[in-house]
C-alpha cells in the first residue's frame, strides 16, 4: 500500500482558487470557458461523426474523466469499482436508484441545453466574464436546486 | 506545432486538471453536492465563489489589457443579455441536480472514479442534452450558445 498523496479532501480555500486560475488559464491559451455542457455535445457530435464537430471538446472531455481518476487514484480511498450514491442505495434498491439517476440527469441535461451552459460554464465560468446571462442563469438554478433538495428531504421525511 | 493538435493537447490537459480539482475537492461525491443543497455546509458555496473571486478580477484585468491569448488570437469575453431561456432552462438544470446530486463535469470524475451509477448519470445527461438539440431543431430555432459555451473559433473547428 502506498500512503495517500491527496487530504481525503482538499479544502474550498484551496480548490476554489485553484479552479479560478485554471480557468484564467484556459482563456489565457485557448480563448474558451472551462465549460462542461458544451463539452458533451461537441463529444457526441465527434464520437457520431456529425460535419462541424468541435473534436477538441472530445479530449477535453476525455481529459476531465483521466483527472477525475487520478484524483481518486491518489486519495485513500483509491479507485473503486462500486455502484456509488450509497445515501440513495440505502434508502432504496439499486434499480430504482438508477432510474431516478437517469431521469434526473436527463431533466438536468435538457435544462443545460436551454440555458446555454451548466454550473461550470454559467456558474463559474460565465459569471467570471460578468455576463448577465451567466447571473441569472446560475441565480436560478441554485434557487431550483436547493429548493428541489428540501422538498424531495421533506417529503422523504427526512431520509434523503 | 501543429495549432489544431496545440488545441486538442491544452483541452486534455486543461480537462484534466478541472477534472483533478473537482475530484480532490470530492464535487463527485453525490453527498458532499447533497449537503451543500440543504444548506449543512456552505464549502461547494466558498469554493465557488473562490474561483470566481479568483478569475473574475484577472479576466477583467486582461480583457482592459486587450491580451492576446495563446492559441486563440485576442482575449474575447461573452456577455449576454439575461434571457427567458437562460432563467428556464437554469431552473429546470437545477430540479435535475438537485435529484441527481452532481452536474456535468463531476458526474464524469465519479463514472472516472469508479462509480457504476455515475455512468447511468453521464448516460441520461447525453440523452437530455439531444432531447433540447431535438426539440430546438423541429421548432426551427437555433440553440442556444451561452457564455458558458463561448462560440468556437472557425478555424479550429474541426
Redesign the interface.
Known sequence: MYAAL?P??????I???????????????????????????ET?NTVLRRP??????A??????????????S??DTG??????????TAEWPLGV??V???????????????????????????????????????????????????I??LLTGGS? | MNR?IA????????????????????L?E???I?DM???REP??F???????????P???L?ERAG?T???????????????R?????????????????T???P????????????A??????????????VQTSRRAVA????????H??PA???
Open positions: 491527496l481525503d479532501r482538499l479544502p474550498w480555500w480548490a476554489g482558487p485553484a479552479l479560478g486560475l485554471l480557468v484564467t488559464g484556459f482563456f489565457l491559451v485557448a480563448n474558451q470557458p472551462l465549460g462542461a455542457t458544451g463539452a458533451y455535445v457526441a462541424g464537430a468541435v473534436t477538441w471538446r479530449r477535453y472531455f476525455v481529459g476531465i474523466a483521466l483527472g477525475g481518476f487520478i484524483a481518486a491518489l486519495t479507485f473503486a469499482p462500486r455502484a456509488g450514491y450509497d445515501t440513495l436508484v438508477a431516478v439517476v437517469f431521469v434526473g440527469a436527463i431533466v438536468m441535461g435538457f435544462g443545460a441545453r436551454m440555458a446555454g451552459g451548466c454550473t461550470s460554464g454559467h456558474g463559474i465560468c460565465g459569471t467570471a466574464q460578468r455576463s448577465p446571462a451567466s447571473w441569472a442563469a446560475m441565480m436560478s438554478f441554485m434557487a431550483s436546486a436547493v429548493a428541489t433538495t428540501w424531495v428531504h434523503v | 489544431a488545441h486538442k493537447l491544452a483541452g486534455l490537459a486543461f480537462g484534466a486538471g478541472f477534472g483533478f480539482v473537482l475530484g480532490a475537492a470530492r463527485h453525490y453527498d458532499t447533497h443543497l440543504l444548506l464549502d461547494v466558498l469554493l465557488m465563489g473562490g474561483a470566481i473571486g479568483v478569475s473574475l484577472l479576466l477583467w486582461l491580451a491569448t495563446l492559441l486563440g488570437g485576442r482575449l474575447a469575453l461573452s456577455r449576454s443579455r439575461a434571457q431561456h437562460h432563467v428556464v432552462g437554469g431552473i429546470t438544470f437545477g430540479v435535475g441536480w438537485a435529484v441527481v446530486g452536474c456535468p463535469a458526474a464524469l470524475v465519479m463514472l472516472a472514479s469508479g462509480a457504476g451509477l455515475g447511468v448519470a453521464v448516460a441520461g445527461l447525453f440523452v437530455g442534452l439531444r432531447l433540447r438539440d440553440p442556444t450558445v451561452g457564455d458558458g459555451e463561448h468556437e473559433v479550429l473547428a474541426h
